[in-house]
């Protein structure tokens, strides 16, 4: 058998407006993930696509931070001065001392806490600590050290700059600046990009909608509408990572992609989350309904008494009545008669563990001659049974539980009840008496769903509705 497909014949061929419209509508929401990450990946986009950020910066509101940007032209400021004089000329120290002064400024000032970055801070103070130990274990310390001519002259000041630039200098140059509005919030101008789509969208609405309603005579322009409702999002100017629902449900429409899956996943789930409330509701309104029926009578008259009220019947039998009759001279013209032998064999021992434990009986056998007297002994033994039975009922209940008890006994009860089920079985599932027994239970359950079914609908379902909230009250306390 072949699975339903949702993919368009190979002659019908999707419009190519509507494929058009699902590409930009892709590509626009393609553009609010990347705004709303854009900071967050920023750090990657400036050592690896540089170019991306002189782009998309100014749309961020994102400029360069004076004061970290001038510690960076300060450090180029000394390779150029060691280049031209050299490390011990008096220029070169006088840049060393501004490096140590706007290190010390740097770390009290924190130029990264506007951008949300004050971890990297923490690195590059633990970087230098690492770097140039000092006792005190003080990162303000540790830059004082390293800007300082002695340093430098020790260490090797090409081996010393080249860590720096390695380490130091690509952390301070992602630091940035966010320009903020009059409302106090970060500069967002994404709205400039996003402005061509939602006029785009927007239009496409309009104009969607309006020849749905042309298409179809008895809708109205508001009806079509409501019926691209998920379409609204495309061009709302909040929430805009809602119009993921539009972008898949176009995607899906012109094949792309296929929500099947995800339709049957989401059905699954609302199936799950309503099937107990669901199932308790119809188990409470049948019981319900059956209580109400028992207390008419109606019940117990159809089972028991001629009916005194209308019923409809199919075939003018009582069902039930037909499956006990046929269920009981099953038993007792199939089912017995094969388990005689083994009614025999418990009766028999049943029987032998009375005699050998009834004290008449026991004396009787001490008398000579007795046991040839197979006709006397029946006569005790029936004689001894009816005083049992009518004398001593407590003495007789105690006797057999014994036997009943033993594993004798119990091993011919097992067998007894495993024959008689495996025999009721059989006799059951007999090609006419099945088919008999299905017939009525069909004829019965059509009727049963005729008279008394159909009136559901006639109780208040939100009384039961109430009555199930009350039960599940006090399940809960309980």
Known sequence: MKKNSISVPQN???????????????????????????????????????????????IKGIEPHQDTEKYLETVEQLKVSVT????????????????RAQSEGMINENPFAI????????????????????????????????????????????????????NISPLIAINYYRTLGENGEFTRTFWKIDLPFVIIFFLEFLARTYFISRRYPRVTWFDAMLWRWYDVFLFLPFWRLLRIIPVALRLNQVHFISLEYIRLQVTRGFVAGIARELTEAVVVEGLEQVQREIQKGDVVKRFFTNRNKKYLDINNINEIEAIANHLIKTIIYNVIPKLEPDI????????????QQSPVIQQFKNIPGLQQIPEQIQERIIAELSKLATEGPQDAYETVKKAMED?????LTNQLVKNFSQVLGEELQKEQGFAEIQTLLIDFLEEFKINYIQQVDESNFEQVLAQLHEQRRLAETD
Do not use: C
């Not at 418990?346 to 563990?353: G, T």
């Open 12 to 58: 019908q061929k999707l419009p190519w407006f509507e494929r058009l419209m699902a590409i930009v509508a892709t590509v626009n929401y393609g553009l609010i993930l990347f705004n709303l990450s854009y900071t967050d990946l920023r750090d990657y986009y400036f050592r690896y696509i540089p170019v991306l950020t002189q782009i998309y910066d100014p």
């Open 84 to 99: 031209e004089t050299s490390l011990n000329s008096t220029e070169t120290d006088e840049i060393l001392a501004q490096l």
């Open 115 to 166: 951008a949300e970055k004050s971890g990297t801070l923490e690195r590059i103070k633990n970087r230098m600590r690492d770097h140039v130990e000092n006792p005190q274990n003080s990162a303000k310390e540790s830059f004082n050290t390293f800007w300082s001519i002695s340093y430098l002259k020790q260490q090797g000041y090409d081996q010393e700059i080249d860590w720096f630039e390695k």
């Open 344 to 355: 025999e064999a418990l009766l028999r021992y049943n029987i032998e563990q009375v005699i």
């Open 407 to 411: 594993p004798v006994g119990t091993k």
